[in-house]
């Protein structure tokens, strides 16, 4: 297994039509080095911009004891901004941007453009197969979407989940969940914005999110995402 000297991250998009597959990585992809300092893990604050009846509408892992409270974060943020694009972009996307300036210029186009989209759900196949991912990762020192084994990511989300359409993130070096999705909603260096579509893509409303310590880069996290809930994570 090839070991990977400095910290990269990449999104890929897998969609099943009966049965070919369709899948967005690119070299580009591959080769995107995020050069953003770490930093440490701290409480969430809810800006006072967000009603209560919003956030208990996209804080949809709330209640699910199995999961961090990192990852259920990483949810709300998530779906904070598939809810109310503008106002995430006023209250959290723009405080925290960093990189390239047209990859901050077109974040704030695209969650202008994002609202009243369905709320992401923690779905239990997807679940699974993201805690097996970032433990894989976690327990063998890479960052790929391809498992450790070699198995490839259609295949792995594939042993778990039967949904007609998935797609995957992975994030490596921040260990907070607010700095997890500015870092994949910006996508800076990355011409296809895979990252950012799989977040705000219409088409996906079953979700499954794993964080886990990483040797290399402290932590790295998973989403794995679907377009059905098949079986609703409680």
């Known amino acids: 297994m090839k070991r990977l000297n400095k910290l990269i991250y990449f999104a890929l998009a897998c969609t099943f ?45 709330a209640n699910i004891s199995s999961m961090s409270q990192m990852d259920k974060d990483i949810i709300l943020f998530c779906n904070l901004a598939r809810l109310n694009g503008r106002k995430f972009w006023e209250t959290y996307a723009s405080p925290n941007a960093y990189g390239s300036q047209s990859y901050i210029n077109s974040l704030k186009i695209d969650l202008e453009n994002a609202t009243g989209l369905a709320m992401l759900v923690p779905e239990a196949s997807l679940q699974k197969a993201a805690e097996y991912h970032a433990n894989d990762m976690s327990e063998n020192n890479f960052f790929d979407h391809t498992s450790y084994d070699g198995t490839g990511f259609p295949e792995r989300v594939r042993s778990f989940y039967k949904g007609s359409a998935i797609a995957e993130n992975i994030s490596a070096g921040k260990t907070d969940a607010l700095g997890v999705v500015i870092q994949l909603l910006i996508d800076d260096g990355i011409t296809t914005l895979g990252h950012r579509k799989n977040i705000l893509n219409a088409n996906y409303t079953a979700i499954g999110v794993k964080s886990a310590s990483h040797v290399q880069w402290r932590n790295v996290t998973v989403q794995d995402f679907g377009n059905k809930v098949i079986d609703k994570l409680e």
């Open 17 to 61: 039509f009966v049965t070919s597959c369709e899948l967005t990585e690119t070299e580009e992809e591959k080769n995107n080095i995020d050069v953003t300092d770490y930093s440490d893990n701290k409480e969430t604050e809810i800006k006072s911009e967000w009603s209560e009846e919003e956030i208990a509408k996209a804080n949809t892992a």
